[in-house]
């Protein structure tokens, strides 16, 4: 079963910039997609962006030349790179990572992105 492990999540004020990581271990096969997802206060959870084990990348309009997503297979580890960062911004950040070819997704137990205006 794969794990995934965050980091890089904090207080910022806004304008700022913040970099998450997550580091996927016990994958078994090379063809997957890792992503991250984000979840507000009394919001459902949503999709920010993905990245496929070719570096194909898929972006929330929202986060559109704002945030990168990066990721580095070798490690098994993808980034988010978070610019010019906004008080909406604000919520916990989830790793996924994903087998698309049998649709099983695994969850990061989440990391707390705060941006103070």
Same mark, same amino acid.
């Given at each position: 079963?794969?794990?995934?492990?965050?980091?890089?999540?904090?207080?910022? =004020?806004?304008?700022?910039?913040?970099?998450?990581?997550?580091?996927?271990?016990?994958?078994?096969?090379?063809?997957?997609?890792?992503?991250?997802?984000? =979840?507000?206060?009394? @919001?459902?959870?949503?999709?920010?962006?993905?990245?496929?084990?070719?570096?194909?990348? %898929?972006?929330?309009?929202?986060?559109?030349?704002?945030?990168?997503?990066?990721?580095? %297979?070798?490690? %098994?580890?993808?980034?988010?790179?978070? %610019?010019?960062? @906004?008080?909406?911004?604000?919520?916990?950040?989830?790793?996924?990572?994903?087998?698309?070819?049998?649709?099983?997704?695994?969850?990061? =137990?989440?990391? =707390?992105?705060?941006?103070?205006?």
């Amino acid at each position: 079963q794969v794990q995934l492990e965050e980091s890089g999540g904090g207080t910022v =004020q806004a304008g700022g910039s913040l970099r998450l990581s997550c580091v996927a271990s016990k994958v078994t096969f090379s063809i997957n997609t890792m992503g991250w997802y984000r =979840q507000a206060p009394g @919001k459902p959870r949503e999709l920010v962006a993905y990245i496929t084990d070719g570096g194909t990348t %898929n972006y929330a309009d929202s986060v559109k030349g704002r945030f990168t997503i990066s990721r580095d %297979n070798d490690k %098994n580890t993808v980034y988010l790179q978070m %610019n010019s960062l @906004k008080p909406e911004h604000t919520a916990v950040y989830y790793c996924n990572f994903r087998y698309p070819r049998v649709g099983i997704d695994y969850w990061g =137990q989440g990391t =707390q992105v705060t941006v103070s205006s």
